[in-house]
C-alpha cells in the first residue's frame, strides 16, 4: 500500500520559518507536491516538483517557499519562509506518476495532512 508520512508543522510566529517533510513509500513517483487547505476555504496548490527537478509554485509563495526533492530518499520538502497568517492551513503531500500537475484532481495519492499555524 502506498503511503505519503508528512511532518514538520506546527505553529510559529509570523515571520518565521518551518520545513515540512513527506516520505513516500513507492520509489516511482514522478510528480511529488504540496497543496493547502484553510478553515472554510477549498484545497489549493501549493508548490510541486518533478523527479527531474522541474518546480512549479504559486503565486501566493514563491519567493518565500521552496520545493525541493531527495529522489534516493523518496522525500520532499516544502521550506517556509517568512510566513504570515494567511499561510495557516493544513498541509497536504500529493504525489502522481504523471508530470506535475497544479489541479488536485489529477494526483492518485495524498498524505494525511499536517496543520500549520502562524500567529500575528
Known amino acids: 500500500q502506498v503511503q505519503l508520512v508528512e511532518s514538520g508543522g506546527g505553529s510559529v510566529q509570523a515571520g518565521g520559518s518551518l520545513r515540512l517533510s513527506c516520505a513516500a513509500s513507492?520509489?516511482?513517483?514522478?510528480?511529488m507536491g504540496w497543496f493547502r487547505q484553510a478553515p472554510g476555504k477549498e484545497r489549493e496548490f501549493v508548490a510541486a516538483i518533478s523527479r527531474n527537478g522541474g518546480i512549479y509554485y504559486a503565486d501566493s509563495v514563491k519567493g518565500r517557499f521552496t520545493i525541493s526533492r531527495d529522489n534516493a530518499k523518496d522525500t520532499v520538502y516544502l521550506q517556509m519562509n517568512s510566513l504570515t497568517p494567511e499561510d495557516t492551513a493544513v498541509y497536504y503531500c500529493?504525489?502522481?506518476?504523471?508530470?506535475?500537475?497544479?489541479?488536485?484532481?489529477?494526483?492518485?495519492?495524498w498524505g494525511q495532512g499536517t496543520q500549520v499555524t502562524v500567529s500575528s
Open positions: 513507492r520509489r516511482t513517483f514522478n510528480a
Open positions: 500529493a504525489a502522481r506518476y504523471g508530470p506535475p500537475q497544479v489541479t488536485e484532481a489529477f494526483y492518485d495519492y
